[in-house]
């Protein structure tokens, strides 16, 4: 049992990293600066990603503790009700027949809306992990592989949005509402 | 400016995380109600941030 919550935990993690990674992919190759909602959705798949690296970290000392599975739930669900709501707001924003949303839709649907869908699904992961802990034994395991390359990855994801967020707000305090290049550069 | 320092926070908690700090957890909780105050500004002052 304490494996299967460190497998859902390092892919948790990872799924949020590469969605950190598409919306760059976004915007470098689709050339789409984000807006300052879009930032904040970024955001909130940051503090997302922190339940489950919480865990895994956590696991460095040898045993996956109800304690942490309890912490990382919460910051899950806490981070997840963040972004909700970003989205959502973004989302209510274009739900008006005939517009036709912010940026370009993939598969369909617009980012926004994916953001949406993705927390609302990791708000019920987090509630998942925290039922689970009915059956989770107290044991000591090896230390888990993954859990520097994931916090190192996550690490590194969250200094790529300060390097972006710095480029396209230039020197100002906030981001344009409908950003089109990058203010530090002009 | 202000998302980024709302992201360097992030990158203290996550630090602090794997130092095992006991002010990880009030500094993400911190960092969470200053970025939803943030959010619910501009939630009630509408076309100031939102596209």
């Not at chain 2, 998302?3 to 500094?27: D, E, S």
Request: hydrophobic share 60%; with cysteine.
């Amino acid at each position: 049992m304490p494996h299967i919550y460190l497998l859902a935990a390092t892919a948790n993690a990872w799924t949020l990293i590469l969605i950190l990674g598409a919306a760059f992919w976004v915007q470098f190759a689709a050339g789409e600066p984000p807006c300052p909602l879009c930032v904040l959705q970024r955001i909130g798949l940051m503090f997302c990603a922190l339940g489950p690296v919480y865990l895994l970290i956590g696991q460095r000392n040898g045993d996956v503790s109800v304690r942490n599975v309890a912490v990382a739930g919460g910051i899950g669900i806490v981070a997840g009700l963040f972004g909700a709501a970003a989205s959502a707001r973004q989302v209510l924003l274009h739900i008006l027949p005939d517009d036709p949303g912010f940026g370009s839709p993939v598969l369909g649907i617009h980012l926004y809306t994916w953001c949406l869908i993705a927390f609302i699904v990791h708000i019920a992961a987090s509630g998942l992990m925290l039922i689970g802990a009915t059956w989770l034994p107290e044991r000591r395991i090896k230390p888990w592989p993954l859990t520097g390359v994931t916090a190192g990855a996550l690490a590194a994801m969250v200094i790529a949005n300060i390097l972006s967020v710095i480029a396209e707000a230039g020197f100002h305090w906030e981001l344009p509402s409908d950003p089109t290049g990058y203010l530090l550069f002009k | 400016m202000l998302y980024a320092i709302f992201m360097a926070a992030i990158l203290v908690v996550l630090g602090a995380m794997w130092r095992g700090h006991r002010a990880a957890m009030p500094l993400f909780l911190a960092t969470v109600a200053v970025t939803t105050v943030y959010l619910i500004a501009d939630m009630t002052s509408p076309l100031t941030l939102s596209f």
